[in-house]
Structure formats: structure tokens, C-alpha cells
């Protein structure tokens, strides 16, 4: 609800908003006294009042109008809402983009506009009251014996609503879970099926289980059917009572204002059975939406960050220790000396903190410990320029829905054909590339899924050599490439200028490498040459021999 009050009234919705209820309710008044203009006429015998007439009608229709144009507010409010939640989504903060994948930020944007149905519900139930206190006070004002008893039928008609709504929300929410079960388990089917087809058994309880939730499902809908129609039934009892009350009490004069007062009742009815189940429906649909909009940022940023546009001497790394939480066991320790130029391989069993050494260096996560560059506390520098000077590849990079020519000059421009071509040859993706149908132009799918691992890789190292960066940290970013593709790509890198950091359980990738780090225990252990490291015949003695034997 904080949102919800943050979006309307941090923009014109909330101007928008009042206007509709006052129109609503003013056009209901006019239409009240619209109704009892003719029973006045046929009581007092005089002529029928036409300026009255055309003056309540031209009221009504004007309220009308604007009463349907500020139904706007809610696009106003989804706008508003958008806004936020850009302001969430595009931060430096990692751990944010650690919690929360694409996945989670593509549904939470989709869900913002369902997300205001939680106000049109609320203004549908408040427009719907206001309705039916302006005909009940008018029949009280005209006729008090039969207003009173309408009073009475009006206050059990909205207590019965309510009792009635409780068993009905909770059998909808149950077949809500049960058919989130249930589309959970086609999900697994339709992604996991070979794997689910390799497990006995896996693939006829995946199918039990879909034939029982679908049963229950219906069960559920079911129950909640009956007791709409319980609740409809009542509903029709006590319309008859009001017929009755309505021979005894009224006349023909006022026939026509308490047959709207009957309609208004109805509509009352008919919205609060629809629109509280609508609320508790958008609440679960928008979960991840309220939650997302609930994180607090935090930048790594300061006021007087230092900008960085170029690399000059050596990264310097002195007792580096980092975990997640108040643990520091991720890395503990971690000393290293890279000088500009040198190409630097870092080795070491799964889980290690390889992975996680270059994210920090990407000035993803804050550390203890010191890691400098050319003199500058990577905690003093301005996150969003070390960019300027740093490219990074993971394992799986990321590869956007469009053609293979817009992933390769992503975050670049100026860039012409002749550049482009070369930066693909480099990354031995250009044969590949030619020899599909449309060439650059073609469409690689969401997330790259009509590419391999290994083109993937590629693509992203075509991106990475075109943008030139002096120091490339690359996380496994030849892992998915055959011999030949990876040959071509080290030795490219081995011939550049530039600084590389590269993360490898290949160890051939790094073996050509100026120094080589192993890490064990999430510690460096030794580092060397690999010949140097050879002779020590330490750790990455055991598993070079490991790897040339198998």
C-alpha cells in the first residue's frame, strides 16, 4: 500500500482519482433527482419541468465524461510505479542484481499494470458505496418508513457480502496454489524432460502429480462456486423482502427512485464479489514487484569517487579477504602483483573464489583488505568508470534477443565494418557468422538460444575485442570453445597489449601465461611460471599430471 499511496500521490493521479469518485457521486445525485421529477409532476399536476430536465441531464452527461476520462489515473499511476521500480532495477548495487535475476525484474515489470488493479478495485467498492448512501438517503429523505427498512436490508446485504467473500477467497486461493503447482510441474516437464525421462520413475509421478492437481483444482472452483451461489441465493431473499416492503410502503410516485436504488444495490454487490477476490489475486501476482520496489540500494559509490579513464603501472592486491554476510570465507588473504601488460592465469578446484576474485576487481562487492590501481584504492574509485579501463567476460555472458551484429557493437559506437570484421576474426567467429543465412543480421534468439555455448563465448569475445579495453578479466571464457577456436583466441590475447586476468580449469588455457596463480582453500598456495610451478611439484604439479592423464 506504501507504493501504492507513493505512485498517486508523487504524480496528477491522485487529482485524477478524486475527480472520477466526485463525478460518480454527483452524476448519481442528478440521477436521483432526474427520477423523482416525474413522480413530482404526475403528484402536483403541473408541466414537465424541461430546464430542469435538460440542465440534470447535461450535468449527468458531463460527469459521465469526466468520470470515464480520469480513468487514466491508472496508467498515470503505472507510469509513476515504472519509474520506481527503474529507479530499483538500474543500480550498481550487485547484491540487488545477485537476488533479483532478469527473470524476476521482466515479471515485475509485466505485473505493474495489474498491480494498479489493487486501486481500480478499491475505487470500484468506494464508488459502489457511494452510490448506494446517495439513493438510500434520497428514499430516506422521501419516503422514511420504507428508507429505514432499505437501511437495514442495505447493512445485512454488505455484512452477508463480506462473510460470504471469506470461504470464497480461501477456495480461490487454494486453487491459485494448486494451479501454480501445477504449472510448475509442466514447466519441469517442457525444460527438464530429458533429464526427467533418465530418472525411473521421475516422469510417471511428475504425471500423477499433474492428473491430482488438476482434479483438485476443479474441487476447489467448485466449492467456491456453491458458495457464490449460496451468497446469490440470500442476495434473492432479501430482494423479495424489499419487493414486499416496497407494496407496503411506496407509491407509484416513487416506483422509479427505488427501482435505482435496486440497481445500485446490485451493482454494489456485484463489484465487492468481484474485486476482492481481484485484490487478494493482483497481491500475489505483484509479490515480486512490492518486494523489488522494497530494497534499499546500496551504492559502493561516494561523493568524491575518483574517475578513472586509463591503466598506467600494476594491480596491486594485499591481503584480500571477502565473504558473503559477516564471513570472510570466500577469499582470505589474497596477495597478487600484475603489472601492466602481463597475462595472468588463475587456477584452482571449484569454489575456490575465482569467480568471485573478479567481480571484486570489477568493483562489484566491497572487500577488506586492499587491491590498488596504479596507486587508487579500488574502494576510492567510481565503480561505474572502471569500465573505461576494464572488460569482463563470465562463463555464461550475456547474449540479448537480436541480431548477432547488435550483441557484438553492444555498448559500443562509431564502429565500422572493417573493425567489426576484425574483432570477429580474432574471436574466430567471422566463418561462422558468413556462412548463416543472414549473416550479421541474424537473430540469435533470447538469451543467445539459437547459438552454442562455444558461439556464445565468442560473440562475446568478438564484443570484447572490439571495445579494446586495457585489462580483460575473463571467467572461464574459453571453457565451451573446441582446441582450435581456443588456440586462436590465446594466441591473440598472448599478442595484445593488454592486461589479461584469466580464471581456467583447462589448464592448458593459462599455461602460456606470465604468472600463474593457484588457489586452494580460498588462499593463494603458489605461483609461478608454469615450468616454475612444475618444478615445485606442488598443487599444480598434481593437477597438470591430473589433466595430461585423463
Not at 439513493?135 to 422514511?144: K, V
Not at 432479501?238 to 416506483?255: E, H, P
Not at 577469499?331 to 602481463?342: A, F, R, W
Not at 582446441?483 to 590475447?493: A, F, G, R, W, Y
Amino acid at each position: 500500500m506504501k507504493y501504492v499511496m507513493k505512485a498517486l500521490f508523487g504524480s496528477r493521479a491522485w487529482i485524477m482519482l478524486l475527480g472520477k469518485v466526485v463525478c460518480e457521486g454527483v452524476s448519481t445525485w442528478m440521477e436521483a433527482s432526474l427520477l423523482l421529477l416525474l413522480p413530482e409532476v404526475i403528484k402536483t399536476g403541473e408541466a414537465f419541468p424541461k430546464k430542469e430536465f435538460l440542465l440534470y441531464g447535461c450535468i449527468i452527461i458531463i460527469c459521465r465524461f469526466i468520470a470515464v476520462a480520469c480513468r487514466n489515473y491508472r496508467h498515470t499511476v503505472a507510469t509513476k510505479i515504472t519509474s520506481l521500480l527503474i529507479e530499483t532495477a538500474a543500480t550498481d548495487d550487485i547484491n540487488f542484481h545477485t537476488m533479483y535475476g532478469g527473470d524476476s525484474i521482466q515479471s515485475a515489470k509485466e505485473n505493474i499494470f495489474p498491480f494498479t488493479g489493487i486501486i481500480e478495485s478499491l475505487v470500484t467498492i468506494i464508488t459502489a458505496l457511494l452510490n448506494v448512501s446517495i439513493y438510500t438517503y434520497r428514499i430516506l429523505s422521501e419516503i422514511p418508513n420504507f428508507g429505514y427498512c432499505m437501511l437495514v436490508l442495505y447493512i445485512v446485504l454488505v455484512v452477508i457480502t463480506l462473510l460470504t467473500n471469506v470461504p470464497y477467497q480461501r477456495y480461490e486461493k487454494l486453487a491459485v496454489e494448486v494451479k501454480k503447482n501445477r504449472n510448475r510441474l509442466f514447466g519441469e516437464l517442457a525444460n527438464g524432460f530429458l533429464l526427467i525421462f533418465m530418472l525411473p520413475g521421475k516422469l510417471e509421478d511428475i504425471k500423477n502429480k499433474l492428473l491430482i492437481d488438476n482434479a483438485l483444482t476443479e474441487k476447489m472452483f467448485r466449492r467456491r462456486d456453491i458458495v457464490n451461489a449460496l451468497s446469490m441465493s440470500l442476495f434473492s431473499l432479501l430482494y423479495y423482502i424489499g419487493i414486499y416492503l416496497l407494496f407496503q410502503y411506496s407509491t407509484a410516485m416513487s416506483l422509479l427512485l427505488i427501482i435505482g436504488w435496486y440497481g445500485q444495490v446490485i451493482d454494489m454487490i456485484i463489484s465487492i464479489i468481484l474485486t476482492i477476490p481481484e485484490i487478494a489475486s493482483y497481491k500475489a501476482a505483484v509479490s515480486v514487484l512490492l518486494e523489488i520496489l522494497a530494497y534499499n540500494n546500496i551504492t559502493t559509490n561516494s561523493d568524491d569517487a575518483v574517475r578513472i579513464n586509463s591503466f598506467n603501472s600494476e594491480i596491486k592486491i594485499e591481503s584480500l579477504s571477502f565473504g558473503y554476510g559477516d564471513s570472510d570465507s570466500v577469499l582470505q588473504d589474497i596477495s597478487m602483483k600484475i603489472h601492466k601488460g602481463t597475462k595472468v592465469g588463475i587456477v584452482g578446484a571449484s569454489g575456490g573464489g575465482k569467480s568471485t576474485l573478479l567481480k571484486i576487481l570489477c568493483g562489484f562487492y566491497n572487500y577488506n583488505g586492499s587491491i590498488s590501481i596504479d596507486g587508487i584504492e579500488l574502494s576510492d574509485i567510481d565503480n561505474r568508470s572502471i569500465g573505461n579501463i576494464v572488460g569482463y567476460i563470465p562463463q555464461d555472458p550475456a547474449i540479448f534477443n537480436g541480431t548477432i551484429k547488435y550483441n557484438i557493437l553492444y555498448g559500443t559506437e562509431g564502429i565500422d565494418d572493417v573493425r567489426l570484421v576484425e574483432a570477429c576474426k580474432k574471436a574466430n567467429i567471422y566463418e561462422f557468422i558468413i556462412n548463416t543465412n543472414a549473416g550479421f543480421e541474424t537473430n540469435v534468439g533470447p538469451n543467445g538460444l539459437k547459438l552454442s555455448g562455444g558461439q556464445k563465448q565468442r560473440l562475446a569475445l568478438a564484443r570484447m575485442f572490439l571495445r579494446n579495453p586495457q585489462v580483460l578479466l575473463l571467467d572461464e571464457a574459453t571453457s565451451a570453445l573446441d582446441n582450435i577456436s581456443e588456440k586462436k583466441v590465446t594466441d591473440t590475447l598472448a599478442a595484445s597489449d593488454a592486461t589479461v586476468i584469466q580464471v581456467a580449469h583447462r589448464l592448458t588455457t593459462v599455461k602460456g601465461c606470465d604468472c600463474i596463480y593457484v588457489i586452494d582453500n580460498h588462499t593463494v598456495v603458489e605461483y609461478g611460471t608454469h615450468d616454475e610451478l612444475l618444478r615445485k611439484e606442488g598443487l599444480y604439479y598434481k593437477l597438470w599430471n591430473q589433466q595430461i592423464t585423463e
